[in-house]
């Protein structure tokens, strides 16, 4: 080997092959030493000496698949005929492909540009929906009613709601109320929800794409219409939009599981998989104890998909910490209450008491295990997953789970028990919104659908006639409009509390006319929690005791 002039190394075994005229000599040697120009036949057409602009050969192994030439080749010669000569003279050289995806197949790069552009603008979509109906203050409409007023009370006085204490929620939401100074504070936690429900339309989105890979020859057209399709659906579902328009914790649950199921299809590295969710879990379990459904998925998922890497040391210890740190915000819970803020659901200063807060004790008379009730809770379970979407998307999503389950099956598996234990869970759970619980199964479902549509389109444009292939895209365009848009015209209607003043003002009214110091009793959770906010955030009638009998404990007369 030798070097040649102009940085480029010149080996002494022939790997290009060049017409010897067109060095301007007959004797088949090139202009630098060491290296011979192999004989070929000469051509009977007359070829113009073509001007070099690189010759360069690296790195040539036995076959030489190192071989790297860049020629300027001249007008006398084809650029047909040129690729039939190295073919025919150096076979060794093959055209690089794209690299495979997850099921072999050439990988379709979407652009990240507009990946990012689509993403927002999906998030702009979502929140423009819900804060076109986003209540003023509290609300008493939509389940569990009436929750809103004891939330927003926690978040003002950066108290302890109702069990488990949502540390996160208060800190969270206690951060943004601060930064947003817009309309009442039930208001801005309103507009918080409605930012979290949106993040979670966006990571349905990113989820559906990441997933695409698993669907060979779909274009960025086809993986694009899906998950956009995908993701505007699960925006405009009834659930997670009744609960996008108020005060509540249901939208964050939603923005988690999402978040979870992102990671879990994302790229196959043991150590960024296991950590990130690991953590991401964490401040899930800080937030809603019922995430951990979604966890225990994904820890299946990544067992099956990485195996015994799991069980490294330093790995799992990574994990482990990292999914234990967040928890620490539950220490909150009790450092708060010793300071007696005026919102302090079951003041957990105590070690006992800190333990029914945060495991929800108060709540376990709801639950009931018996099999009975699972069989009568299933179909009333299963016809409200299917009434949050158009009726085809649950069908799609069977489709898409049983494609992954060949596909990727530890996603398929991480979504089909995630969806097993919430809808069981619902079945057991006979508390008042309950319903809001199957919202991570409406996330893994608008994801399964997402790839099911995606496959679709790749068979109907394989399966149509060439000539109709050109009224494909318009007919897709026209069957995703009718999964969203039928559903977002009826959710302006249905879920619009703009005007939603019922609460406040049936707080307000009843307040002003307690007499000085005296005291007013409530039964019901919508009325008392109303009550707790005028007075804690409105500073209304402050010497008003609001008693509600059916809670027992000082903390909650004040």
């Not at 309103?190 to 989105?205: K, T």
């Not at 925006?235 to 939009?241: E, G, K, N, V």
């Amino acid at each position: 080997m030798a070097a040649a002039p102009g940085g480029c190394v010149a080996m002494t075994r022939p790997l290009a092959i060049m017409h010897d005229r067109e060095w301007g000599s007959g004797s088949g040697a090139l202009p630098w030493p060491n290296v011979q120009m192999p004989q070929v036949a000469r051509s009977s057409a007359r070829l113009r000496p073509p001007r070099v602009h690189r010759l360069c050969w690296c790195g040539a192994g036995p076959e030489g698949s190192g071989v790297r030439a860049e020629l300027d080749r001249d007008r006398g010669m084809s650029r047909q005929r040129s690729r039939a000569v190295a073919a025919r003279s150096h076979p060794a050289v093959t055209t690089p492909v794209p690299a495979p995806g997850r099921d072999g197949a050439a990988r379709v790069d979407v652009n990240a540009r507009a990946t990012a552009l689509f993403a927002a603008g999906i998030g702009l979509v979502a929140f423009a929906l819900y804060l076109a109906t986003t209540a003023p203050s509290v609300s008493w409409r939509f389940p569990p009613h009436g929750d809103s007023g004891d939330l927003a009370s926690a978040v003002a006085t950066w108290g302890i709601p109702h069990p488990t204490g949502y540390p996160l929620y208060v800190l969270i939401g206690g951060i943004f109320t601060n930064l947003v100074p817009v309309g009442q504070i039930a208001y801005r936690l309103g507009l918080f929800s409605g930012l979290c429900a949106a993040g979670a339309a966006v990571f349905v989105f990113l989820t559906v794409l990441r997933l695409a890979p698993v669907v060979p020859r779909a274009t960025a057209a086809m993986r694009y219409g899906a998950a956009i399709t995908a993701a505007l659906a699960f925006a405009t579902s009834r659930t997670l939009w009744s609960q996008s328009v108020q005060a509540e914790t249901y939208a964050q649950l939603a923005l988690f599981a999402a978040l979870i199921a992102w990671i879990v299809a994302g790229p196959r590295d043991p150590r960024r998989q296991l950590w990130g969710a690991a953590l991401a879990g964490g401040f899930a379990l800080t937030h809603h104890t019922t995430l951990g459904f979604s966890i225990l998925g994904a820890a299946l998922a990544l067992a099956l998909r990485h195996r015994r890497r799991l069980l490294e040391p330093r790995l799992l210890a990574g994990a482990i910490v990292l999914l234990l740190a967040p928890l620490t915000l539950y220490l909150m819970l009790p450092l708060r209450a010793a300071q007696h803020p005026a919102s302090n659901w079951g003041d957990p200063e105590t070690f006992d008491r800190f333990v029914d807060v945060v495991t929800g004790a108060p709540y376990h008379h709801y639950l009931d295990h018996s099999l009975s009730v699972f069989i009568q809770g299933l179909p009333v379970a299963i016809r409200l997953l299917i009434g949050q979407f158009a009726w085809w998307i649950v069908p799609f999503a069977v489709g898409g789970a049983v494609l992954l389950w060949d596909a990727d099956r530890p996603f398929a598996a991480y979504g089909v028990t995630a969806i097993a234990l919430t809808t069981i869970f619902y079945t057991e759970y006979k508390a008042d919104g309950r319903e809001n619980y199957l919202i991570q199964a409406d996330v893994l479902i608008a994801i399964f659908a997402g790839v099911a549509m995606l496959a679709t389109l790749v068979w109907a444009f394989e399966a149509a006639q060439p000539a109709l292939r050109r009224y494909l895209p318009a007919l897709a365009v026209a069957a995703a409009a009718l999964t969203v848009l039928p559903w977002a015209v009826a959710g302006l209607h249905d879920f619009n509390l703009r005007n939603e003043w019922d609460g406040w003002n049936y707080a307000v009214a009843t307040l002003n006319a307690a007499p000085l110091n005296g005291t007013v009793v409530s039964d019901q959770d919508p009325h008392t929690f109303a009550l707790w906010y005028a007075q804690r955030v409105g500073h209304i009638r402050r010497d008003v005791t609001v008693v509600d009998p059916r809670f027992k404990d000082p903390a909650h007369q004040r």
